[in-house]
């Protein structure tokens, strides 16, 4: 057991209910044949707490983040699996793509750059 393992259920039960939503994190599989020369998909959804919000001016010109992008930051208390490029989080009605993933070193707060 690490010094960090308990962060994330800290971090959840103080902030999860005041600043993050409900949102779907939705994973595509890889593509299989169906047998009859077309491919079929297979998708997983979770429920994830998730906040969206904006890159800074400074953010965007120095880590050149176009500004079509968004950072959505998702709680890492109970999530499984993690977003990686390519999957997608619904939040509020709106389908984000994600971009780009990187989280805490607690694990407890993952960040998704998305567009």
Not at 40 to 55: H, I, K, P, Q, S
Not at 81 to 94: A, C, L, Q, R
Request: proline fraction near 5%.
């Amino acid at each position: 057991m690490g010094i960090l393992d308990d962060v994330p259920g800290i971090i959840a039960g103080a902030a999860g209910d005041l600043l993050f939503k409900d949102a779907v994190h939705t994973r595509t599989t890889a593509r299989t044949s169906d047998g009859r020369g077309g491919f079929t998909e297979t998708t997983a959804n979770a429920t994830v707490r998730a906040l969206l919000t904006d890159y800074t001016a400074f953010q965007r010109l120095s880590l050149g983040i176009p500004s079509n992008e968004r950072k959505i930051l998702v709680l890492g208390h109970g999530l499984d699996p993690v977003p990686v490029p390519g999957d997608t989080i619904t939040y509020e009605g709106y389908a984000w793509s994600v971009v780009e993933t990187s989280r805490d070193p607690a694990k407890a707060v993952y960040e998704c750059r998305c567009k």
